[in-house]
């Protein structure tokens, strides 16, 4: 099969992913063969690439967002049929005994594995997946919409929920989001869907503030701009700790900053003023794979639409570039040749 290998970290404009021809992955007893239709390209992906994340695995395939047809299926697999259309997210595997395991919190695993950084991912022409951490997919989405479901989605989802608020508070909420690109836009439509109020602060008036506003932002400005009234809640999706204080600044009293992202340049110092009143502060790690499947029933009963930039399955080193650009436009999917939904002009916006 073809796959990219990723040997060496190195910068994305020095094109460090390598086109190579692999034999295909063989599936354990418990997991799935996928050939792969689509994998959306996450800004993790971009972290590992260039090595922001520590090497579990030399030589690499990236990519955690995949779509794909069940092809073979291990001897202790149930529920999964040969030709099912499946996903498979960035938690691959959890240990499902230590303490977080044991207490519904499996995303903070102590021995997890991770699709495209410590097993390989799905910028390959086949991959396998443990069953039990593969999703159904909705057929609401095509394979192209359904990729940048799978991390941008689910982890914005959760994002959602470590807010704080709860069910009945969404309605005529005021959530900021900062940084506006895979999460999100996805992020925006379940929070609008909910009755919330969303004020957008993103760099890129041209792609991201012209796409918030017509995904209906109430309020859409610059990155460091203050939006017109407090805040109840934000999520930071930008990889820029300089973005903390700022959101701390903009949040009401009890009010909660959740930080959606795997890595992020240092916090700076702030003020204890900006988070006394109750403020909170936190990350989000990884998803458990309730997360997965609510966001997914969630996100069809909406229904969600994805706008994607496609990229063909040759251009990987392109399209991390283009991320690292900040010049995706919604969210960017590699897609596979033999790709079984036409490219809908709809979700294209490039
Ligand atoms: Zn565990
Ligand atoms: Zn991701």
Redesign the pocket.
């Known amino acids: 099969m073809k796959a990219w290998i990723l040997d060496t970290p190195a910068l994305a404009t020095e094109r460090p992913l390598r086109l190579g021809e692999l034999p295909m992955p063989a599936p354990s007893e418990d997991e799935l063969l996928l050939r792969v239709n689509a994998c959306?390209i996450?800004?993790?992906?971009l972290h590992v690439v260039e090595g922001e994340l520590a090497v579990h695995r030399s030589p690499l395939i990236p990519g955690?967002?995949i779509v794909g047809r069940v092809t073979a299926i291990g001897s202790r697999v149930n529920g999964f049929a040969i030709g099912d259309r499946v996903g498979v997210?960035?938690l691959n595997r959890t240990c499902g005994v230590c303490e977080f395991c044991s207490s519904n919190r499996e995303n903070l695993c102590e021995q997890p594995q991770f699709t495209g950084w410590t097993v390989d991912g799905g910028y390959a022409g086949y991959a396998v997946a443990p069953a039990l951490f593969s999703y159904h997919l909705p057929e609401k989405f095509h394979d192209i919409q359904a990729a940048p479901l799978?991390?941008?989605g689910i982890?914005g989802y959760r994002c959602l929920r470590l807010t704080g608020l709860r069910e009945n508070e969404w309605k005529g909420a005021r959530l900021g989001l900062y940084g506006f690109g895979a999460a999100g836009h996805v992020c925006i439509q379940l929070a609008r869907a909910r009755g919330t109020e969303v004020y957008v602060c993103t760099r890129d008036r041209e792609r991201h503030q012209a796409l918030a506003r017509e995904l209906g932002a109430t309020w859409v400005g610059d990155a460091q701009d203050e939006p017109p009234v407090k805040l109840d809640a934000s999520i930071i999706f930008a990889p820029a700790g300089e973005l903390v204080p700022v959101a701390l600044k903009a949040l009401r009293k009890g009010g909660t900053v959740v930080l959606g992202g795997?890595h992020m340049s240092p916090i700076p110092q702030f003020d204890y003023s900006l988070v006394y009143g109750e403020r909170v502060i936190r990350s989000v790690a990884n998803n458990t794979r309730e997360d997965g499947r609510e966001f997914l029933r969630e996100a069809a009963r909406i229904p969600v639409r994805t706008h994607t930039q496609v990229f063909p399955f040759d251009q990987a080193n392109e399209a991390l570039i283009a991320l690292k650009n900040d010049s995706v436009r919604g969210a960017g999917v590699l897609v596979m040749d033999r790709v079984e939904a036409k490219v809908n002009h709809d979700s294209l916006h490039s």
Not at 42 to 45: A, E, K, P, Q
């Open positions: 959306g996450c800004r993790t992906d955690h967002q997210a960035w799978l991390c941008a982890i795997i």
